[in-house]
């Protein structure tokens, strides 16, 4: 079983429609969050940050962590088709900064106009 | 957020012959390095730490004498795909965290650069 569980899509979403992506971990270690975006061809992106459980919003974007159930979310509204690309979780459980991220497998999302 | 640039962002060699691939810290110093790998529609796979000025800490399974990785200072680290082959081809991305910008985990990613081994 993999450390960080994502699913895979393709996610085909409406112009406008409500994006919902999430993770599921099982390190209980893990307390800081992370969502990125990664166009084709390019390096990710970071998004959202998130430092152990609650809710963060920022513009569109929402991110909830629920570590009792390891369950991490990433809300996107209003959703464009710039929004189109791969969305990865990831996390650690450290504020090292030698300590590297543990990432999900990535949720590729399309948006049609 | 802090920039990160990688260069060149593509690359085509011959079998055999070594490639090398920068990783540069823009404005901020980055104590620690990294690098993945990404094939097509899958996710990055971490390949080697780096930390300034110490040898680099490869992941398991990858060869540490065919990526050499070094990190020489706070803003560079390189990596040298050494004797390409095709099956060398992929996606390297670096990324990079910087102990006084850093929060738990954040790591700045460069752009990537795409290596294709004829």
């Known amino acids: 079983q993999k450390e960080v569980e994502q699913d895979p899509g393709p996610l085909s979403v409406p112009e406008g429609a409500i994006v919902s992506l999430n993770c599921t971990y099982s390190?209980?270690?893990?307390?800081?969050f992370m969502w990125y975006r990664q166009y084709s061809r390019k390096g990710p992106e970071l998004l959202m940050y998130?430092?152990?459980?609650g809710n963060k919003e920022d513009g569109r974007f929402t991110a909830q962590v629920d570590k009792s159930s390891k369950y991490i979310s990433l809300f996107i509204r209003d959703s464009q088709p710039s929004d189109s690309a791969t969305y990865l979780c990831?996390?650690?459980?450290?504020?090292?900064?030698?300590?590297?991220?543990?990432f999900g497998g990535g949720t590729r999302v399309l948006v049609k106009p | 957020g802090a920039v990160v640039s990688q260069h060149p962002s593509r690359v085509i060699c011959k079998s055999g012959t070594s490639v090398k691939i920068e990783c540069r810290s823009l404005d901020f110093q980055a104590t620690t390095m990294f690098w993945y790998r990404q094939f097509p529609k899958q996710s990055l796979m971490l390949m080697a730490t780096?930390?300034?000025?110490?040898?680099?800490?490869?992941e398991q399974g990858v060869e540490k004498d065919k990526f050499l990785i070094n990190h020489a200072s706070l803003t560079l680290s390189t990596l040298t795909v050494t004797s390409a082959h095709p099956e060398d081809s992929s996606f390297y991305i670096c990324?990079?965290?910087?102990?006084?910008?850093?929060?738990?985990?954040?790591?700045?990613f460069g752009e990537g650069s795409r290596l294709t081994v004829l």
């Open positions: 990831a996390m650690s459980a450290s504020e090292a900064a030698g300590n590297k991220l543990t």
């Open positions: 780096s930390n300034e000025g110490s040898k680099a800490t490869y």
């Open positions: 998130t430092y152990s459980s």
């Open positions: 990324s990079a965290g910087s102990l006084a910008a850093y929060r738990g985990g954040e790591l700045f």
């Open positions: 390190n209980s270690a893990f307390q800081y």
